[in-house]
C-alpha cells in the first residue's frame, strides 16, 4: 500500500456536483492518510447540494466513511490507546476540534471555537482530501479514529455520523432506562436510537410516516400513527415542525425532549407556548453532532450488535457514479446509500 500521491472526490463547485482529481501534498506529522472502502450519502450531504445548507467553494461531499490506513507516523495511536499501523481498518469521526479551547474543556469539542467538519469544508484548502465521498481522505490532528471492528462496511459507514450522534442522544437521556420512550422519524439516526434503547431495556414506540423507512426498523420497535401522552420521554429527529410539536405534546411531566433533527436555520417555525413546557416541567435538549466519547460508545455498541446491526444501506454505486448516488439518495430509496471508490 503506497502512500497516495493524489484522491478523487465528489465536490461541490459553483452549485455542481462533479467528480474532481487533485493533487495530495505530502503529509504532515500528526496526520493519517486512508483509503476509503465505503462511504455513504448522507442526508445533510443532500442539503448542501440542494443549497439548503451554506457551502464553501469547492466542498469536498461526505462525512461518513470507513477505510484502511495508506499512511500515518510510526506511533500513532487510536482513540482507545492502541497501535494505528499502515492497512489497518479504520472508522473516524468528521469532527476536528483543539481540544483546548472553552467549549472543549467544557465538553462541547463539537461547538469548537476553531471547530472544522469533514464534508463541509473546501478541497482547495488544508487538508484538501476533507470530503469522505472520496478515494482518500486525510485525517488531521483533533480527528477520533478508532480501529474498527470485526463488522462489514455497509453496517459500519455511518459511525462517523449517524451512529455517535444516535449515541449521544441516548446519553442526553440519562443512564438509567427510560420506560416509555416515543422517537420521532425513522430515518437513520431514529433507527439507531431506538435500537440502543431497546437495547438497554427501554420501551420504543417509534412515529414514522414514511412506510418504506419501516422496513428498517428491527424487532422490539412498536410503530405507530401517533405517540400517546405521558412518555417517559420524547427524541425528535424529523426535522419537521409537526414532528417537534408531537415530540413535546407526548412528553409526560417531569420528562426530557430531546431535539436533534432540525439543523438548517430558518428551514422550521413552529410556535411553542412557554407555559406549556414550564407547567409540566419538561427538560428540553439539542443535540447537534457529538463528543469522542459518543463515538466510541457508538463503535462499541455496533460492535456488540455484529451481523444484527441495523441495515441502513441500500445500493452501493461506484465513485465515477456518484451523481446517480445522490440521486437515488434524493429518492430516498435507503436510508443510506453507498459509495465505493
Known amino acids: 500500500m503506497k502512500a497516495p500521491t493524489t484522491f478523487t472526490a465528489a465536490v461541490l463547485r459553483d452549485g455542481a456536483l462533479r467528480l474532481e482529481q487533485h493533487v495530495l501534498p505530502p503529509r504532515s506529522q500528526g496526520e493519517i492518510d486512508v483509503d476509503v472502502t465505503l462511504a455513504a450519502v448522507c442526508g445533510s450531504d443532500l442539503h448542501t447540494v440542494s443549497g439548503r445548507r451554506a457551502a464553501d467553494p469547492g466542498t469536498g461531499l461526505g462525512h461518513e466513511a470507513v477505510g484502511r490506513i495508506a499512511e500515518a507516523d510510526d506511533d500513532a495511536i487510536d482513540a482507545r490507546g492502541a ?74 459507514v455511518s459511525a462517523a455520523c449517524a451512529v455517535p450522534t444516535a449515541a449521544a442522544i441516548v446519553r442526553a437521556l440519562g443512564d438509567a432506562p427510560q420506560g416509555r420512550v416515543g422517537v420521532v422519524g425513522g430515518g ?11 437495547d438497554r431495556g427501554t420501551e420504543v414506540l417509534l412515529l414514522e410516516r414514511d412506510p418504506a ?47 436533534a433533527g432540525t439543523v438548517s436555520p430558518g428551514a422550521v417555525h413552529l410556535e411553542v407556548d412557554p407555559s406549556d413546557i414550564v407547567l409540566r416541567r419538561l ?11 459518543d463515538l466510541i460508545a457508538g463503535v462499541t455498541w455496533l460492535t456488540a450488535r455484529g451481523r444484527r446491526a441495523p441495515e441502513v444501506v ?25 459509495v465505493r471508490p
Not at 437513520?188 to 431497546?198: D, E, N, W
Not at 410503530?223 to 401522552?229: S, Y
Not at 441500500?314 to 453507498?338: K, N, S, Y
Open 83 to 156: 497501535a494505528l499501523r499502515r492497512g489497518d481498518r479504520v472508522v473516524f469521526g468528521m469532527i476536528v476540534s483543539c481540544g483546548s479551547c472553552d467549549r472543549c474543556s467544557s465538553g462541547l469539542p463539537m461547538k469548537c471555537r476553531t471547530l472544522r467538519k469533514y464534508g463541509h469544508a473546501s478541497v482547495d484548502e488544508p487538508p484538501h482530501a476533507i470530503g469522505m465521498l472520496a478515494d482518500v481522505v486525510r485525517l488531521v490532528p483533533g480527528v477520533t479514529v478508532l480501529r474498527a471492528p470485526d463488522v462489514a462496511d455497509e453496517l459500519l
Open 188 to 198: 437513520a439516526v431514529g433507527t439507531y436510537v431506538a435500537q440502543m434503547l431497546i
Open 213 to 259: 423507512r419501516l422496513r428498517s426498523v428491527g424487532d422490539g420497535i412498536l410503530a405507530v400513527d401517533r405517540l400517546p401522552p405521558d412518555l417517559d420521554a420524547t427524541v425528535e429527529v424529523s426535522g419537521s415542525a409537526d414532528g417537534t410539536a408531537a415530540a413535546l405534546r407526548a412528553c409526560g411531566v417531569g420528562g426530557t425532549v430531546v431535539l
Open 283 to 293: 427538560r428540553v435538549i439539542g443535540i447537534h453532532n457529538y463528543a469522542p466519547e
Open 314 to 338: 441500500g445500493t452501493v454505486f461506484p465513485l465515477a457514479r456518484v451523481t446517480e448516488a445522490f440521486d437515488a439518495a434524493a429518492r430516498h430509496e435507503a436510508l443510506r446509500i453507498g
